[in-house]
């Protein structure tokens, strides 16, 4: 066990503290000197003093004194800060070692001999068909440091924003929107070790439009999520005795167990009947297809569920899931629009802006 001494300069442990977004830290090798840790993060130290101020430890029972530099704050966003004299200090000196720079491909890097810690987020998720349903950015963020002896070959992947779902339109007119798909996970790997950050979910897709550009607020394709994907809402049948109507399919769920939405029947007169199918449940393999619309002379399919997509690194599987297709719509004001619903997103569109795999070394 270590015991702190306080700090070397008269600087005291009361006025340090941890970043709050850090998530855990392991000591994957053996050290000598040891590793300080602090709540869940590892610090690197020296038997010999190389700045001041520096943190002094001693291991109990042990005469041996250890170090951890200290520098002005590098602006590290994980890592032990203190503050003296109004000055904030972070531990160790550090260089961004490694950056992901290709996208779902798995990545053999090398790092020599060192000390490293490791950050790393999945992809965003695709925004659901008619741009009302936005995916969200993960919010999985991993971090671990760690410490080698030697040279050796880890596996990085850094993972791709997940596809946006589809939609068909006329006019004022519009389908169901299929949901969008997951991001793919982000992964850093090496031995037995297996850091995954998740993708974010999909949006879910946009309802239906009438002629009159109204939200008739269903047939949205449920959007795809690591986790649960969303519910697609329930079709409807508008109908009126001169004959106009309008009718949605429901939508399709997303993967991964996202629920279909509910049917619906009408009629405007008593020889005209309208159906939306209801929309199907996510399978094991895909996002729920949407419900389809039907009219005395014509009918549309609801679209598609997005397939779930695997990506594979370092033996572990890494998936995007597909979103909910949206429903059909048949309508009728002053003429006729039909329409199948649109597609949900499948896979990813293979690049990002906010997911990253990043490798700090050290000093």
């Given at each position: 066990?270590?015991?702190?001494?306080?700090?070397?300069?008269?600087?005291?442990?009361?006025?340090?503290?941890?970043?709050?977004?850090?998530?855990?830290?392991?000591?994957?090798?053996?050290?000598?000197?040891?590793?300080?840790?602090?709540?869940?993060?590892?610090?690197?130290?020296?038997?010999?003093?190389?700045t001041t101020p520096s943190?002094?430890?001693?291991?109990?029972?042990?005469?041996?004194?250890?170090?951890?530099?200290?520098?002005?704050?590098?602006?590290?966003?994980?890592?032990?800060?203190?503050?003296?004299?109004?000055?904030?200090?972070?531990?160790?000196?550090?260089?961004?070692?490694?950056?992901?720079?290709?996208?779902?491909?798995?990545?053999?890097?090398?790092?020599?001999?060192?000390?490293?810690?490791?950050?790393?987020?999945?992809?965003?998720?695709?925004?659901?068909?008619?741009?009302?349903?936005?995916?969200?950015?993960?919010?999985?963020?991993?971090?671990?440091?760690?410490?080698?002896?030697?040279?050796?070959?880890?596996?990085?992947?850094?993972?791709?924003?997940?596809?946006?779902?589809?939609?068909?339109?006329?006019?004022?007119?519009?389908?169901?929107?299929?949901?969008?798909?997951?991001?793919?996970?982000?992964?850093?790997?090496?031995?037995?070790?297996?850091?995954?950050?998740?993708?974010?979910?999909?949006?879910?897709?946009?309802?239906?439009?009438?002629?009159?550009?109204?939200?008739?607020?269903?047939?949205?394709?449920?959007?795809?999520?690591?986790?649960?994907?969303?519910?697609?809402?329930?079709?409807?049948?508008?109908?009126?005795?001169?004959?106009?109507?309008?009718?949605?399919?429901?939508?399709?769920?997303?993967?991964?167990?996202?629920?279909?939405?509910?049917?619906?029947?009408?009629?405007?007169?008593?020889?005209?009947?309208?159906?939306?199918?209801?929309?199907?449940?996510?399978?094991?393999?895909?996002?729920?297809?949407?419900?389809?619309?039907?009219?005395?002379?014509?009918?549309?399919?609801?679209?598609?569920?997005?397939?779930?997509?695997?990506?594979?690194?370092?033996?572990?599987?890494?998936?995007?899931?597909?979103?909910?297709?949206g429903g059909a719509v048949?309508?009728?004001?002053?003429?006729?629009?039909?329409?199948?619903?649109?597609?949900?997103?499948?896979?990813?569109?293979?690049?990002?802006?906010?997911?990253?795999?990043?490798?700090?070394?050290?000093?």
């Amino acid at each position: 066990m270590l015991i702190l001494a306080g700090f070397c300069a008269s600087i005291f442990l009361a006025t340090c503290f941890l970043h709050p977004k850090f998530v855990f830290a392991r000591e994957f090798s053996p050290s000598d000197p040891p590793l300080l840790h602090v709540g869940k993060y590892a610090l690197k130290t020296h038997a010999d003093k190389r700045t001041t101020p520096s943190i002094c430890l001693k291991p109990e029972g042990s005469a041996q004194t250890y170090y951890v530099d200290l520098y002005q704050d590098n602006g590290y966003a994980h890592g032990l800060r203190l503050k003296h004299n109004g000055v904030t200090y972070s531990a160790g000196r550090f260089e961004l070692f490694y950056e992901a720079a290709v996208f779902n491909s798995c990545q053999s890097v090398s790092l020599p001999k060192g000390f490293y810690c490791v950050d790393l987020l999945g992809g965003r998720g695709g925004n659901g068909g008619n741009n009302s349903g936005s995916g969200s950015v993960s919010a999985d963020v991993k971090h671990e440091c760690f410490e080698l002896n030697e040279t050796t070959s880890v596996s990085v992947f850094r993972g791709g924003d997940g596809n946006n779902g589809s939609v068909n339109s006329s006019g004022s007119v519009r389908s169901g929107g299929g949901g969008g798909a997951s991001g793919v996970p982000s992964l850093f790997a090496f031995g037995d070790t297996v850091l995954v950050s998740n993708g974010g979910a999909g949006g879910n897709g946009g309802p239906g439009y009438d002629y009159n550009g109204n939200n008739k607020n269903c047939g949205a394709g449920g959007g795809g999520n690591m986790s649960r994907g969303g519910n697609g809402t329930n079709g409807v049948v508008n109908a009126s005795l001169n004959a106009s109507f309008f009718v949605c399919g429901g939508g399709g769920g997303g993967a991964v167990s996202g629920t279909g939405g509910a049917g619906d029947t009408g009629s405007a007169l008593i020889f005209l009947t309208y159906t939306a199918d209801a929309g199907s449940s996510a399978g094991a393999n895909a996002g729920g297809a949407g419900g389809g619309a039907h009219r005395s002379t014509s009918q549309k399919s609801g679209g598609s569920g997005g397939n779930n997509t695997t990506y594979t690194c370092a033996g572990t599987s890494l998936v995007s899931y597909g979103g909910g297709g949206g429903g059909a719509v048949c309508a009728r004001s002053s003429s006729y629009v039909d329409l199948n619903g649109g597609n949900g997103g499948s896979g990813s569109i293979g690049t990002s802006s906010s997911s990253y795999v990043r490798i700090y070394r050290f000093e």
